[in-house]
């Protein structure tokens, strides 16, 4: 079968892009080897986020006596009816999903795995289909690292259908899928242990934010455990026996539930990429230009796949990158846009363009405006002063090179310095603007008074 355009996988970019094609005419092929709705739908956004809210309820109606609150009797968790709230959420989506490509006499739906015949051919279930313009869309999945071949470990998606609390809840790994289960499941009454095998959570991350990270986990009654080398696991009596160490006299933890969070990769491997002239780098991930094309001329690569963002919101951005250069007058490219995302702990930690220690490996002269979250008097009235804020400013131009946010509301307010920051315009511009008392982000315009030189 022969079609104006084929898109294989039905995540951000995918169901946006296929509406958009469909709508001008194209006859559009959509396939899906899965649900609908890809990462964020089904085990991503939606999901991990209606957790974190339960979990942050059960947190304030445990925690408000310092603001004159006292709750008599104990709080009660039931993961069985959350999971349920999560689920109707889920297919809530779907059908939505479900409905548009349905619903549209230019789309059709194709169940199963696609697999590339040549650059201009796909088979699925052994009927093949054919076109000019075909969209990668295949997101990716948690990477499983050896020493875990024999227990029954969980990932970020098995997690999310357990209908008990974990008794003892060991997360290998200490990216922001590990600190988001941590904090909720230690939020619903699970014991929890990370193992990390650097010297720091969230690696990304400057090492002061880092270290107040792993300190607002530990003030919580979480057990981190850094440079812990050498994991791996095997069946106990009464459960999982998680070993750790092992060089410097090996050491173990009991656990009851075991969470993998150590990463990331891409669904490309069983694509059949090697029938085409798309190519990978060394870690899968498809090659793409500054308009997201592949090193096939009529093959495009949009999410997670790419390499170029694992967020819903840059997904979402590659659709647009796409559109516009089928659709749109004005034109967008991958160079256009700004690193940003949150990690949804509580507090959050919010980011966008460089971090220091970027800035220095690169050797940029760059100025630094620093506010701790306790300087803050809505943070204070709030009772919710961990974290800090952090500006950065290119020191010849007074143009905002980045920022990261730590503390309450902080996935809300960078968007502050993220507008700046697509604006093109100079720090002082933030500095001298007034913004509304009392709030957190009054204090951005204060904060920029004096930044100092980075050394």
């Known amino acids: ?57 059960a947190y304030i109606a445990s925690n408000s006596e310092d603001l004159g609150v006292s709750i008599e009797g104990s709080i009660k968790i039931d993961l069985k009816k959350i999971k349920a709230r999560k689920d109707e959420m889920i297919k809530d989506s779907r059908e939505g999903l479900e409905g548009m490509f349905t619903n549209n006499e230019n789309i059709t739906l194709i169940r199963g795995k ?60 200490g990216g922001y899928i590990g600190m988001e289960f941590a904090q909720v499941f230690k939020r619903f009454g699970s014991k929890v242990s990370i193992l990390e095998s650097g010297d720091q959570l969230l690696k990304r991350e400057d090492d002061d934010i880092a270290e107040e990270i792993a300190e607002i986990l530990k003030d919580s009654g979480i057990e981190v455990l850094l440079n812990s080398q050498c994991i791996e696991a095997e069946k106990d009596k009464d459960g999982i026996k ?97 690193t940003c995302y949150a990690a949804f702990i509580d507090p959050p930690i919010a980011r966008v363009g460089m971090n220091e220690k970027e800035i220095k ?27 800090k804020l952090k500006i950065f400013i290119e020191s010849e131009s007074n143009k905002i090179l980045g920022a990261t946010f730590l503390g309450t509301g902080a996935d809300e307010y960078i968007h502050t310095v993220i507008d700046q920051m697509y604006a093109g315009a100079p720090y002082s511009i933030m500095r001298d ?23």
């Open 361 to 387: 490996a690169k050797g940029i002269k760059a100025k630094v405006a620093v506010r701790p979250m306790s300087k803050i008097a809505r943070a204070k009235e709030m009772g919710e002063t961990k974290g």
């Open 242 to 338: 998680v070993n750790y160490n092992c060089e410097v006299g090996e050491k173990s933890l009991d656990a009851s539930h075991l969470l993998l969070a150590t990463g990331r990769i891409p669904n490309t491997d069983d694509l059949g990429l090697e029938n085409t002239d798309i190519e990978v780098d060394e870690r899968g991930f498809i090659k793409v230009d500054n308009e997201l094309k592949t090193t096939s001329d009529n093959v495009w690569a949009l999410g997670d796949c790419n390499g170029e963002g694992a967020f819903t919101h840059t997904a979402y951005n590659d659709f647009q990158i796409v559109n516009s250069h089928l659709f749109e007058e004005r034109k967008r490219y991958l160079s256009d846009r700004f």
């Open 114 to 173: 696609a697999s590339f015949v040549d650059n201009n051919t796909v088979e699925v279930e052994g009927k093949r289909y054919e076109s000019d313009k075909i969209y990668i869309n295949v997101g990716g999945r948690a990477r499983i690292p050896e020493g875990f071949e024999n227990v029954n470990y969980l990932t970020n998606t098995s997690i999310l259908e357990l209908e008990e609390i974990p008794k003892h809840l060991v997360i290998v790994g």
């Open 1 to 57: 079968m022969k079609f104006d355009a084929i898109i294989i996988g039905t995540g951000q970019a995918g169901p946006s892009l296929a509406n958009s094609l469909a709508n001008n005419g194209y006859k559009t092929a959509v396939i899906e080897k899965g649900h609908l709705g890809g990462t964020c739908v089904n085990v991503g956004c939606t999901p991990t986020k209606a957790y974190v809210a339960s979990a942050r309820r």
């Open 433 to 455: 603007a007034i913004h509304i008392h009392p709030t957190i982000s009054e204090l951005i315009p204060t904060m920029l008074e004096n930044p100092i030189d980075i050394e």
